[in-house]
């Protein structure tokens, strides 16, 4: 754990609950990351019906927050699943779960609240805040890393959609393709399981079929430039369908350039025809972005509905 010493301050624990990666910090009002964590995601067999990993990582962070002399006054976690306006988990495609993360966090922070959100709305709401979305009136905010994501934000407000599942971009489907859906084709985890169907090779992420490409791997190659083929089609249809300002790639895999990303402007640029298309921007706040927008959701919930969220 790494962390800067800042006696008094106030601080949200916030938690970016990944496919592969728990992330969490000690998020100060501003955005500013005082201290931060990293743990897998260790989960058997896909499930963690108490969320063991999750609620471990906050209570860490809390007891580091005594230590520093810093005040708690919530926490935010980003899961990635469907979550509801009143911050229920809806899906169970990525955790199998079982209880619901703020019954199970609020012992933590007795009389505080406890926010829970979907990773991507988080991650759109920071960089709408500190980042790549800062003083447009719109953009799209794409999450790509083991999974696939999007959400769209208006006038700084992120848009929910009436259950928690606006847009819902990675169960889109893929143009001549009839499986799997653009989440199963040109996310990590779609990348590297198409990789070992298509050679027998079983690989443990996104990030060797990538190396492999590096080194003249002509099925890397393939399954790449396809995914990001895929992604620039969907983004096109996306901007015919939202118009925003500017799309804005965020995720572990979105910021990173390389091979996938550029075939994926390429295919943007070639079905985005109209003029003045929406340019593709890289999320600023890189693969923080989901931790900070956690606390920032945290942070800027209504007094009045921290209320609602409040467990003694």
């Known amino acids: 754990m790494s962390a800067a010493s800042d006696a008094g301050a106030r ?11 728990l992330s969490g910090g000690l998020v100060a009002e501003d955005g500013a990351v005082l201290c931060a964590a ?14 063991h990993g999750t609620v471990a990582l906050a209570r ?28 229920t988990l809806t899906s169970r495609d990525v955790i199998g779960w079982d209880e619901q993360p703020a019954g199970l966090l609020a012992p933590l922070v007795p009389g505080r609240p406890v926010v829970v959100e979907s990773d991507v709305r988080c991650g759109a709401l920071a960089e709408a805040r500190t980042g790549s979305g800062r003083g447009l009136g719109s953009f799209l905010y794409v999450s790509l890393g083991t999974g696939l994501s999007a959400a769209f934000v208006q006038d700084g407000r992120v848009w929910a959609g009436q259950r928690g599942e606006a847009l819902g971009l990675g ?45 003249g791997d002509a099925a890397a190659f393939d399954v790449l430039s396809t995914a990001g083929g895929a992604l620039g089609t969907a983004l096109a249809w996306a901007v015919a369908l939202l118009d925003p300002a500017a799309i804005v790639l965020g995720g572990g895999l979105g910021t990173v350039g390389g091979l996938l990303d550029e075939s994926m402007r390429t295919a943007y640029a070639a079905h985005a025809r109209r003029r003045g298309r929406p340019p593709v921007r890289r999320a600023e706040l890189g693969a923080r972005s989901g931790l900070v927008g956690a606390a920032l959701a945290a942070w800027e919930h209504p007094a009045d509905a921290r209320e609602s969220h409040r467990v003694a």
């Open 38 to 51: 990293e743990r897998p995601a260790v989960r058997d067999g896909g499930r963690d019906p108490r969320l």
């Open 11 to 21: 601080v949200v624990v916030a938690l970016d609950v990944g496919g592969t990666t």
């Open 171 to 215: 169960t889109w489907p893929v143009h001549g393709v009839l499986s799997p859906d653009l989440e199963g084709y040109a996310s990590g985890s779609g990348i590297a399981a198409r990789y070992s169907a298509v050679t027998g090779s079983a690989v443990a992420g996104a990030r060797a079929v990538v190396a492999r490409a590096e080194a």
């Open 60 to 87: 860490e962070l809390s007891v580091r927050a005594q230590d520093m002399g810093a005040e708690i006054v919530g926490i935010g976690a980003g899961f990635p699943e469907y979550v509801s306006q009143v911050g």
